[in-house]
């Protein structure tokens, strides 16, 4: 069966936006026929990958109101979500918003309710599930490989954050705060593995090493670089994200366990390994996939998908992404990433820094209400 071509209109230039250029180019189902953005060089840019004759707008609104357009992707700075995505739900058009959903859970309520009965699908980017070791590791892990999950434990060492324009990301009030922008992903992850919400969570963390000394119309920086964040759930299951942005000399940025009462799974990036062992096979030497085992019962392997016609800055996951959005929207399916989920994600993120500013466990329906 053949599909027509997708007409995508981007909202906001900046470097996701342009990542999402490179991807719906590199997919082939279908181009970008209008961007917007307020800032000029954004534009300018993202026109360079674009072809000849695409709309440009600066106010989204217009863009919106012109119309021809099949899909949706928002890459706006996180504080103007809410406002871009409320336009964006009057249109039909499939929405592809990127994270975090919102920077206000109020935000966040008031788009679950604009967007009931709507015709088009609203799907949040959360892209970490797709980047292949971690995927693998969630679908051997809901297969039994591990047997019944008990502890999900997330490592990210890194660069700190990267720079925006008028860098409007170095203050909470415009991002959320570290643990919404950056770790939204995780949290999403976590509930994603365990398949079921998050109840409690208890977090420490400040800011120490990063951008301490810039000031901005004479105002400091005030988002945390580095945290540990404990979540519980109501089967009793944990999970943990340990986070540092001053650590950009680490060979694996990112490690993702999951341990099971049968075993241990484990996913690094970028060097994309995965490492599984059972309880069983500890001490004796196995061969899992292609590669030997260590000895201590572990067989480990380089997980990656041949399909992936471009990488970009995600291991492959947005692609992955954009390939799935893609094929719900061609044939009539919903999100893989609803704006429910998106609001969670976002929700335990508030609720740990919560924590970390009341110093005491906080719980997930003090932040955001049960079942919205």
Known sequence: MTHSPIRYGLIGCGSMGREHIENI?????????????????????????????????????????????????I???????????????????????????????????????RAEGRRGIVWV????????????MIRMA???????????????H?????????????????????LVEKCCHYFNLMELVLREPALRVFA???????????????RAPDILDSAYVVVEFGSGARAMLDLCMFAENSVDNEQIVIVGDEGKL????????????????????????????????????????SAIRYPGAHFG???????????????????EVTLREGLRSVAIGMAAHRSIDSGRLVAIDEVLPANP
């Not at 980017?125 to 693998?136: G, K, L, N, S, T």
């Not at 420490?204 to 004479?218: A, C, I, K, P, W």
Request: with cysteine; glycine share 10%.
């Open 25 to 73: 180019r590199a997919l082939g189902a279908g181009e970008v026929v209008a961007i917007a953005d307020t800032h000029a060089p954004s534009l300018e840019a993202a026109l360079a990958r674009l072809a000849a004759g695409t709309r440009v707008y600066d106010d989204h609104r217009a863009l919106l109101d012109a119309g021809g357009c099949d899909a949706l992707v």
């Open 75 to 113: 890459s706006t700075p996180n504080h103007t979500h809410a406002a871009v995505l409320g336009d964006a739900l009057a249109t039909d058009a499939h929405i592809l918003v990127e994270k975090p959903l919102v920077t206000r859970i109020e935000d966040g309520l008031a788009l679950l309710q």
């Open 125 to 136: 980017a959360q892209e970490y599930r797709y980047m292949p070791p971690v995927a693998e």
């Open 142 to 156: 809901h297969d039994g490989a591990v047997g019944r999950i008990h502890q999900v434990a997330i490592r990210e």
């Open 158 to 178: 890194r660069e700190p954050f990267y720079p925006k324009v008028g860098d409007w990301n170095r203050f909470s009030a415009n991002t959320g705060g570290t």
């Open 204 to 218: 420490s963390g400040g800011q120490r090493v990063n951008h301490l000394d810039e000031r901005y119309d004479g």
């Open 266 to 305: 484990e996913s690094l990036l970028p060097s994309l390994t995965l490492r599984y062992g059972r309880r069983d096979d500890w001490g004796r030497r196995q061969v899992w996939g292609e590669a030997s085992g260590t000895g201590r019962g572990v067989g480990v392997r380089r997980v990656w998908d």
């Open 317 to 335: 996951a947005s692609y992955i992404e954009h390939r799935q959005f893609a094929h719900a929207v061609q044939h009539g399916l919903p999100p």
